[in-house]
């Protein structure tokens, strides 16, 4: 089971953060660009930490986290604002999967493990691919598998604070290799795994 089933049960979470970007007149889309930001941000933060100062992938991590964050409260706002659209869909999508490639670039990079995040980078795309297209042949969405994106942004957060503490030696280095890896092999696992389900369904 991924985090990203627990959406539905966390509307008394949302609601203040919702109401609040609604007062302030923000639109779904606009929380969705401020989203992206945020992931724009956390690359810089995580080249940051493999480049120079290790401090910076505690910053990324917050970064990714408000990411994460944000793309929860988009969706719920266009609700609330009764505005949810297809096209507003499109763009949530479009630019999450743009946020998944530059934070896991930007991971990559810090740590010049280019090889390595290339596989990452395939296997979260076709994980987010194989979920939509699904929906695209007539079944429901799927979010499920090994590793949804809530999970994978709650792990590369959670890897961007240990990796400050562990800037000895082995260090934040290791673990974001580690990281990288585990989101190459992992993602391409859960993507033969909504495949699997989606072969079946139509059979």
Known sequence: MTLDQFRPYISGVLRPFVNGFDRLG????????????TALGAAGAFYLGGA?????????????????WLDVVDGALARKQSVASRAGDMLDHVLDRYADVVIIVGLAAG????????????GVLLTSYLGTQAQAVGLDRVYGGLVGRADRLALIGLVGFLAVPLSGAYGGHGLVWWLLAFLAVVGHLTAIQRFYYAWLALK
């Open 26 to 37: 923000m639109t779904p889309n606009g929380v969705s660009v401020v989203a992206f930001v």
């Open 52 to 68: 120079s100062a290790q401090w910076w992938y505690a910053a990324a991590s917050l970064l990714v986290l408000l990411n994460g």
């Open 111 to 122: 740590i010049e493990a280019y090889p390595l995040g290339i596989a990452a980078v395939t």
